[in-house]
């Protein structure tokens, strides 16, 4: 596993020749990452205490590590290691005080992000636990749910690791869990292409929403609680009213599977991303715009906490973004190497994270006015952590060594190699800010 980083502009024989230096060539292109980041979450409450941070920035995947990431200085604060090799889910409880991660290990395990200090693991009575969502507010806010391989959903509560209750989903896997607002409701997608609903207070089961004509991919509560959307494999977006169990809406217009839903702020608007390469903004039961631009699939898409923007990603390795009141996009969002499978915006929105099977996390500035813009990229290899910014400067912190280079033309410069003689190339101390107006070297 390494990584490169191309600084174009400069021919590699000249700058070695320029300072004295023989010339290395590559005889061959490094391998392809093999970590992909297949999930990145912002935590609820911001970063760190005791530190000058941004919002602190979780990523896991394939190399069974999960990584914080101070967002301001794009400094890797801790690795937490112990999980199977694939990390397919990430959690924060309400108040950001607990952390949880799913891994094909079949067990969650809690975290305090403050510390890093593994609180406890969590296992399945006869199955494997396959993901972890947190209620969201009120007293139930620490009640952690958790699904398991065999169709059982287990409530816990996070704070003290007790076990509360199961229940039984009468499926064979459950493939999406979300609560509502209140935290009052439970949703599972299960294996026989329905979605039941759930009392999590006793457990009780509500109702089963069977119309679909495969399997759902994505759940979403309204902010109101009020409405719950579904994303299924036979093409079409579903809303249905929480409150007598009704299918209200039935949308029919994308040409493949739908694998996310989401609300916008306010509930004002609906959006659906698709394997037909579309996204589209529903509004009055209606398709409002379809966002099209993106070549093959769409993995992912995230709406903005605030104002009615939406970020869509998949095969392409662009990210996108869209305004969904008049359907135009607001953005390309480049450098990605392979298909991008996760995205998030940070809690107040100026920030948007990206991660993908490149192994990288991109982290953009999405400012109030103006362009979107790259602020970091972030490499985890298995020994430490790399980040580098759009104007040169880089920082890393342990074992690197055959992993992260910089390469000019067919030529391979170590880190520290380039420093003073090419513009902006320079080492960050690990504090700094990542961007130009911050060269103070380490």
């Keep these: 596993m390494r990584w490169r980083v191309g600084c ?21 292109q490094p391998a392809d990452h093999r970590g992909s980041v297949w999930t990145c979450r912002f935590r609820p409450r911001g970063g760190l205490s005791g530190a000058e941070s941004g919002p602190l920035l979780v990523t896991a995947g394939n190399d069974g590590m999960v990584r914080l ?53 969590l296992s399945g009575h006869s199955g494997r636990l396959v993901s972890a969502v947190f209620s969201p507010t009120g007293a139930g806010g620490a009640l952690l749910g958790t699904s398991s391989n065999d169709g059982d959903v287990y409530l816990w509560n996070a704070a003290t690791g007790e076990y509360q209750r199961a229940i039984d989903a009468e499926t064979d896997h459950v493939w999406a869990e979300a609560f509502s607002s209140d935290g009052e409701l439970l949703a599972t997608a299960n294996d026989d292409d329905t979605v039941r609903l759930w009392y999590r207070s006793t457990g009780t089961h509500v109702t089963t929403l069977a119309q679909h004509r495969g399997r759902v991919r994505s759940i979403a509560f309204s902010a109101d609680g009020t409405r719950l959307a579904t994303g299924c494999d036979d093409r079409c977006v579903r809303v249905w009213d929480t409150r ?31 394997w037909d390469g579309e996204a589209i903004i ?30 869509t990603a998949g095969d392409d390795r662009t990210v996108r973004l869209w305004d969904a009141h008049d359907g135009q996009e607001t953005g390309q969002l480049t450098g990605h190497t392979g298909r991008i499978l996760s995205t998030a915006f940070s809690p107040d929105g100026s920030l948007l994270a990206s991660g993908g099977e490149d192994g990288t996390v991109r982290l953009w500035t999405v400012p109030a006015q103006g362009e979107p813009s790259l602020r970091a990229t972030l490499i985890g290899v298995p020994g430490g952590w790399a980040a580098l910014s759009p104007s040169g400067g880089y920082k890393y912190e342990g074992d690197i060594a055959g992993e992260f280079w910089h390469a000019v033309g067919m030529c391979r410069f170590e880190p520290g190699e380039l420093d003073g003689h090419l513009p902006g190339v320079r080492r960050l101390s690990l504090t700094a800010p990542l961007n130009e107006d911050h060269p103070h070297g380490s």
């Excluded at 529903?282 to 970020?311: F, I, N, Q």
Aim: proline letters at 4%; zero cysteines.
């Design 69 to 121: 990431w101070d967002t301001a200085s794009g400094q890797g604060r801790r690795i937490l290691r112990g999980h199977g090799r694939r990390i397919g889910t990430l959690a924060f409880s309400a108040d950001g005080s607990h952390l949880a991660a799913s891994s094909n290990d079949g067990v969650v395990r809690l975290w305090e992000p403050e510390t890093g200090r593994r609180l406890r693991e």
């Design 8 to 28: 174009s502009g400069t021919d590699g024989r000249g700058a070695r020749a320029a300072a004295g230096w023989s010339v290395s060539p590559l005889r061959q």
């Design 244 to 274: 007598d169990s009704r299918l209200t809406l039935e949308l029919d217009a994308h040409r493949d599977r739908v694998y996310t839903v989401a609300f916008g702020p306010g509930d004002a608007w609906l959006a659906s991303a698709s």
């Design 282 to 311: 529903w509004a009055d039961g209606r398709p409002r715009h379809r966002l099209r631009g993106h070549s093959g699939r769409l993995w992912t898409a995230a709406a903005h906490p605030t104002r009615p923007l939406l970020a």
